[in-house]
């Protein structure tokens, strides 16, 4: 297989959620592997930190304020980051929430927090990407992020859950939408992987051995297990490849045991 497949020279990828967790950790893989990168959240100190260190890499870095709940600034990231760039190759929409509770608790609050930054952040932002840059150029990568929610429920992720399964469905439709256009769309589903979203979870070592003994491959993710999924979906060894949800769980979805722990 030529290295070609995987070689991301010359292309210009935007990152949602890039302060913390999972993005910060997808721009920086996206740099290595040879893309410009366009950081976006609402924390612009911290974005600084992380173009700084995309710098170091040799790559181009543009740190942007972007809330995906505020239709206005959707627009002016993705414009801002045209006319800096000329063009976006790569997307991943990966800003995201969560509220843990039973289902009789989750207030209307809460639903609209999550299903809002989930759900309709990612479509606006790929909305707002695709039509400006990706459908001129005939050429896009958009890669939603989904989660083991997407195919199976769970207790206490309710709102969670509704919004990761959307993805999948929105991933499908979109990618029906704009195949046409050179425009690929897959959902990369991470399992469970240590962050600020969950961090207060994993430092109960009992409930981390429980979670660990239902994961086929016996232990949670760690970060750089997402590497070669995201590279391969934000390439061109995935050309032949949309609508589709790559679950990178350490078979814990298609595992014989599916409950996760209480917690
Ligand atoms: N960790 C896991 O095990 C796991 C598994 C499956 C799926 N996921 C999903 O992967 C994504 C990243 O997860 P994570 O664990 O890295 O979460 P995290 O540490 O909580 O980071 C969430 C990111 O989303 C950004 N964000 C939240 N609301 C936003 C808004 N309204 N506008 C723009 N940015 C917003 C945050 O940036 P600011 O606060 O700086 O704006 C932050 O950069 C999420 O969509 C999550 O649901 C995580």
Known sequence: MSAELSDLSGNVAFVSGASRGLGEHFAEVLAKAGCDLVVTSRDTATLALIQDRIE????????????????????????????HFGKVDVLVCNAGCNRRKPALEVT?????????????????????????????RGYGRVITIGSVTCVHGYAGLAPYGASRGGIKQLTM???????????????LAPGWFKTAQNAVMYEDAEWVEM?????????PGSMKDLDGALVFLASESSRYVTGQTLLVDGGISGGPVRALPKK
């Open 56 to 83: 170091g890499v040799g790559r181009q870095c543009l740190a942007l304020e972007l809330d995906v709940l505020d239709p206005d600034s959707i627009q002016k990231a993705a414009d801002r980051a045209i006319e």
């Open 211 to 219: 979670l660990s003994n239902r994961i086929p491959v016996r232990r």
């Open 108 to 136: 209307w609050d809460d639903w609209n927090l999550i299903l809002d930054t989930n759900l309709r952040g990612s479509f606006f932002l790929a909305q707002a990407i695709v039509k400006r840059s990706m459908m001129p």
């Open 173 to 187: 439709s979109l990618a029906d939408d704009w195949g046409p256009h050179g425009i690929t769309v897959n959902c």
